[in-house]
């Protein structure tokens, strides 16, 4: 199976060349596995002679996301270790490529042998984290021989994962290469069990740590954006949306004058914040075009063509409503529910258990389609005392939450005074 294995790599790494061709993002990502070596190599010249202590790798930025409170207190509180941040996707490596608080940031290279023996030799890890998902055979299997401590946080496994299958032996033992795994909930540590992994500590989600300490730092908002909701009796916040999010959204706030509106797609390339200004029409306007100024008298929604703040903006949301559910996945519906807010999001929410948890509990409301968004936004809107109990019951949810990072400090750092 390895070499089926090793095969399929190859042929995926032949797929993505080809892809590159008209793909932006594909052609970024290979150019910079390009440079990986060389910026291991010039960061251990300056700062890790020796090799980095601590090496973090998340998929993108929203695993970034789940272990930066992690890495942010190991470096507060040890300030002269070395840490080493990949990322798979340019999504999170653009973002965080000067991410202060490490001393490199790189991406990971193609799984083959070759590769990974080449990023291994030159960030020379004392240990490994990964965060949450990227179980690569290959990267796993040079770790274990190298006998470089190696971790999993945040995890969550799912009985119809690869792991499970009566296939999946050769997955299965990747994952037998990982010293310890810290699992979201008892479901995964079961699943393990199942497969004979019983190095797994229930820890639960670090996502909670960090929109904590997100609320805890919020930005402050533009006075463009304070003045638009100033004297609203209802703010909608749409964080990290899509075309089919907004095909909902739109004609529900067309519909309801005295609502103000605030949506940070996920993605806002010209064309793209051209169809929403059209979409929306009169008395919508970009942030980036009004920010400056004082807010133009007819102004009822305001996009947000710049990353960095959606976070912060959830504090002044009625309700939020978090993108991604009629595509891929929801983005962070805790970012929204640490407010004290209800959030609403779309049908594709299974690989996150906070969205199952927090739509039994009443403060997560799943909506497959518009007229569901109607009927759930409607009530929200008009019942305050409703919105304030749903909100509630999303913010202690939050709250019963935290800690996981301290779990998994404490592990590592067994002599921290408590």
Known sequence: MSLLYNAAIHLMNGVLAVASIGNSKIRTMLQGRRHTLDTLA?????????????????????????????????????????????????????????????????????????????????????????????????????????????????????????FF?????????????????????????????????????????????????????????????????????????VGSSWQPDEDIIFPWWHANPDCRLIVAPHEFGPHRLERMLHDLGKGAYLLSQIVDKPLPADCRAIIVDCFGLLSSLYRIASVAYIGGGFGAGIHNINEAAVYGIPVIYGPNNHKFKEARDLANAGGGFEIAGSDDFIITLDHLHRDPQFRSHAGSIAGDYIARNIGASDIIYNDFFPNTPQ
Not at 183 to 195: C, F, G, K, W
Request: aromatic share 12%; proline share 6%.
């Open 42 to 162: 010039e960061t251990r010249r300056l700062v890790a002679p020796a090799g980095f202590d601590y090496w973090f790798h998340a998929a993108s930025l929203g695993e970034f996301e789940q272990g930066r409170h992690l890495i942010e207190r190991i470096r507060r509180e040890h300030p002269d270790v070395s840490i080493l941040l990949s990322f798979f996707s340019p999504s999170g490596y653009k973002v965080r490529c000067n991410y202060s608080e490490v001393d490199a940031v790189c991406y990971l290279p193609a799984d083959t042998p070759a590769a990974v023996r080449a990023f291994l030799d030159a960030a020379q890890p004392r240990c490994a984290i990964i965060i949450k998902y990227e179980f690569w055979n290959n990267l796993l299997g040079e770790l274990q021989r190298r006998e470089i401590p190696t971790y999993s946080i945040s995890s969550i496994f799912r009985p119809g994962q690869r």
């Open 165 to 237: 299958r009566s296939w999946g032996e050769p997955f299965r033992r990747a994952l037998r290469c990982f010293t310890h795994l810290y699992v979201q909930d008892e479901n995964s540590r079961d699943l393990l069990a199942s497969i004979g992994i019983t190095n797994v500590t229930v820890a639960g989600d670090t996502r909670f740590d960090r929109v904590t300490d997100i609320r805890r730092d919020a930005k402050p908002l533009p006075a463009v954006v304070e003045a638009l909701v100033a004297d609203s009796p209802f703010t909608l916040v």
